[in-house]
């Protein structure tokens, strides 16, 4: 069984490291139509993958591939931002249809931001408005952080179906209904869902904000990887979020979202005051309590040390730092330029031991006591915390189904980002889910798989990672050694000391205290001529018989010797009386008391049962 293990461990690393050195020779670069292979179900290999432009299988009101290599139908953005400088408030960051960096599917193309530290804004009119009544609201789109990212967005907005609206003007405050994606500044890593809801008494509209992911979110922003990025809200008011078609938000619009859809029954009465006598003080100063005589508040909290002594070699008159004499003027100094040129000072090499005025050191006072404060008692004419009262709130109002949403008709990306390059591809606005997700196949999953494809074998992600972690050679040395150690220890022959060649309890027969009948029965045996094919059988003791039946102690043989040729005697014995004795004798020795306990009591010979 032992070696049986070991073939399957070297069995499974042969086959680990072959199926490694493989995957690292799979790459998808160029896709020829004419390539002989034919796998396109598993996997994209080299030749067999042709990319199509996805087509929506049913109902939608917006998708946009960008593999045409136009912007055919986006409009890019002439406004300002308000309140900001007139060189920093223009939308001049520059959009771009490109393939992606790495892992391109030839063909697919997407849309790029492309400056650093710039306002963008580009958007887009849907087919026709979304309206929201019986059908749900998917939004879905791929982003790429091809650069990674330090501050900055990809979310998207769904601006609002006003009827004035001109896509030249959009801007910040664009009225929107749904803001929805990714983004992120500093460590905080952020995926928006924020929709605007219309206040039915005053006409206000208010952003509420959807709880955030219960997951970590900095892998999708830091992979380097395109993520596909849904919202489903659905006529019942609930909603979901998902990344890479999983789940990693959900809720109810009308519970899982900040501020509140509904405002609270009742609020504080803005003309309550707090009358002047409440008194809301837990503790106050014990007014009884009196200074103690000795207390002397002008004492200092550290005093100079009066023991300590000015060190041998102080020298008072040195400074701490000198010019430092190997320096020079640098050739091209300027003094009319650069002023009036000083060496750098460096630490004076005669202050050994110490320079300047030398001051004892500072000792926290022992008679220090600090300012006197009289101790803290409860107050007896504590009240409590003081609020105001509660009143009907005049605004309040029960929305039971908030995803009646303002409609909206067109799709905008207003962004300001510190890393260029941001991908974004295949958008669509639809109100079935199998239309989405059959819209990800044909685009999404394909970049998926390319990139799967391309990916690097085990052992070459290992050398990248120890390039980035040297300490990781040492621990790949451990492992790679520990099986070769295991293995020679399975497989080294090794010297095995022969012990007894009975390892087991033996039976052996020490004393047998027999009778009349028993001696004379042994008597007749050993007349009997023997047979040649018999072998020496155990002889079963009889009624009268007791026998000592002992486990041999294995880890002693000087002991063993020693008692097995004490029983070897007594049965030698046993055998001589036997043969010269006869019937006669035999019956006298019956007749006889003490005549037949002689010999037993020569046999009365036992081993200690030993374990």
């Known amino acids: 069984m032992r070696f049986q293990g070991v073939g399957l461990c070297l069995g499974l690393l042969f086959i680990t490291l072959n199926a490694d050195f493989m995957d690292d020779g799979v790459e998808v670069e160029d896709f020829n139509e004419n390539s002989d292979e034919s796998n396109i179900k598993d996997e994209p290999s080299s030749g067999t993958f042709k990319y199509k432009t996805p087509q929506p299988i049913g109902e939608v009101y917006f998708t946009e591939t960008f593999d045409s290599g136009n912007l055919a139908g986006w409009v890019l953005s002439k406004a300002k931002k308000d309140d900001m400088d007139s060189e920093i408030a223009i939308y001049d960051g520059r959009w771009e249809i490109e393939e992606l960096k790495e892992n391109q599917v030839p063909g697919d193309r997407g849309l790029v931001l492309k400056s650093k530290a710039k306002h963008h804004a580009i958007a887009a009119f849907l087919e026709k408005p979304f309206i929201f009544a019986d059908k749900p609201l998917i939004v879905q789109y791929e982003v790429n952080f091809q650069d990674g990212i330090d501050c900055g967005g990809a979310y998207i907005k769904l601006l609002a179906d006003t009827g004035d609206l001109i896509l030249e003007n959009f801007y910040d405050k664009t009225s929107y209904t749904i803001m929805f994606g990714p983004d992120k500044c500093g460590e905080d890593y952020k995926l928006h869902l924020i929709f605007r809801h219309k206040h039915p008494k005053t006409g206000v509209f208010e952003e509420k904000h959807a709880k955030p992911p219960d997951v970590d979110l900095k892998e999708f922003f830091t992979d380097r990887k395109t993520h596909l990025y849904t919202l489903v809200m659905n006529p019942d008011d609930t909603f979901e979020i998902l990344i890479d078609q999983k789940v990693v938000n959900q809720g109810t619009l009308l519970d899982d979202v900040v501020p509140p859809i509904n405002p609270p029954r009742e609020i504080d009465d803005p003309s309550d005051k707090k009358p002047e006598e409440w008194d809301d003080r837990a503790k106050i100063p014990d007014p009884t309590a009196v200074k103690p005589e000795d207390w002397d508040e002008n004492e200092p909290a550290q005093i100079e040390d009066s023991s300590a002594v000015k060190p041998d070699g102080w020298l008072d008159d040195e400074p701490k730092f000198i010019p430092n004499p190997k320096a020079e003027k640098p050739e091209d100094w300027s003094d009319d330029m650069d002023g009036e040129w000083e060496a750098p000072h460096i630490p004076n090499p005669a202050c050994q031991i110490g320079c300047g005025e030398w001051k004892p050191p500072m000792i926290d006072n022992p008679k220090y006591k600090g300012i006197w404060r009289p101790p803290m008692i409860n107050n007896p004419n504590y009240q409590g915390l003081w609020s105001p009262q509660k009143i009907p709130n005049p605004d309040y109002f029960e929305d039971g189904h908030p ?108 004393c047998k205290l027999q009778s009349k009948a028993a001696l004379e029965q042994e008597a007749e045996e050993e007349k009997a001529p023997e047979k040649p094919e018999d072998v020496q059988e155990e002889k079963k003791p009889g009624e009268a018989e007791v026998v000592i039946v002992e486990k041999e102690v294995i880890g002693e043989p000087e002991e063993k010797r020693k008692e097995d040729r004490e029983t070897l005697e007594g049965q030698e014995e046993v055998s001589k009386l036997s043969k010269s004795e006869s019937e006669d004798e035999m019956k006298d020795a019956d007749e006889s008391p003490g005549s037949g306990d002689a010999p037993l009591k020569s046999l009365r010979k036992r081993r200690v049962r030993k374990d």
């Open 403 to 510: 995803f009646l949403l303002a409609s909206f008709s067109a799709l905008g990306l207003e962004l300001w980002s510190m890393a260029p390059d941001i991908y974004f591809d295949n958008f669509i606005i639809c109100s079935e889910k199998e239309v989405a997700d059959q819209w990800a196949t044909d685009g999404w999953e394909l970049k998926i798989m390319v990139a799967n494809a391309n990916e690097p074998g085990v052992l070459r992600q290992l050398v990248i990672a120890a390039e980035e972690r040297p300490w990781l050679w040492l621990m790949y040395l451990v492992m790679a050694g520990l099986p070769v150690a295991l293995v020679a220890s399975f497989c080294w022959p090794r010297k095995v000391k022969k012990k007894y060649e009975d390892t087991g309890p033996k039976k052996t027969e020490l």
